[in-house]
């Protein structure tokens, strides 16, 4: 039994440098992914809002009231009673930790003032918003991409009619509004569940605890959270419409495209999260 040769050292430096192309190459096919994706999502916005703007100019050009009402009470009035559910836990969650620590120094009645600017100002709008993602997110995008399947989009475009306008218009203008609407109930029901835990367990009366949120609430804080709040809902309702329009693989890529739309949705919503905090941090807002 004879043992085999060692590498050679010319053969070791071959397949390094092999393994660090490779990698290279992959890194490459990835960002070109990626940039093809933003592009797109990109894209479709801007043609959804050129044809808001079309019905906005043009008499002739109708949205369809019938079919945006339809998706606002699909995307955003069904989703209320989970929202609501989630931010009451988060409110008397953050009540429930900040009292020990803010008990120690003496500033009990301050756990007012930092729900209601969590509140307003981050987990109102991000909480509703990767609810939404899920909630209705991916049902936009397994619709769609159902219809895709189905070729229901070749017959639309065969009769020249133009998905983007009577499929994805209404979805993303119902999703940006209802998640504005979402927001507004979310950051009600937080504060009242801090409200709550507060007087029925901290002791704090509860006139005290909405004295001190509206000391510590400003203007700015209200509708930064509302800003935030549009600008998720254009982010999942154009992530699901794109997913759902690219569906390929009959039921399995509906699927992928379900997961996909929701994995990628809360990662978008994350990232600009940041960027909107760090932007209102800059400027003092």
Known sequence: M????P????????????????????????????????GGVGYLVGDTLAWVVRALVFRRVKLGASALASQMVRVGVRSIPIVVLIQVFIGIILALQLAPTLEDYGSLEKVADIIGLAMFRELGPLLSAVVLSGFAGASIAAEIGAMVESEEIKALRAHALNPIRFLVVPRLLATVIMMVGLTVVADVVGVLGGLLTSWLVLDIHPWSYLDNTQVALFYRDFFTGLVKGGVFGVLIAAIACYEGLNVTGGAEGVGRATTSTVVKSIVALIATDCVFTAVFFIFKL
Do not use: C, E, I, K
Request: aromatic share 12%; hydrophobic share 40%.
């Open 7 to 38: 590498p050679s050292r010319t053969g070791r430096l071959t397949a390094a440098v092999t393994a660090f192309g490779q990698m290279g190459y992959n890194a490459r096919h990835r960002f070109v992914r990626d940039v093809r994706y933003l």
């Open 2 to 5: 004879s043992d085999a040769a």
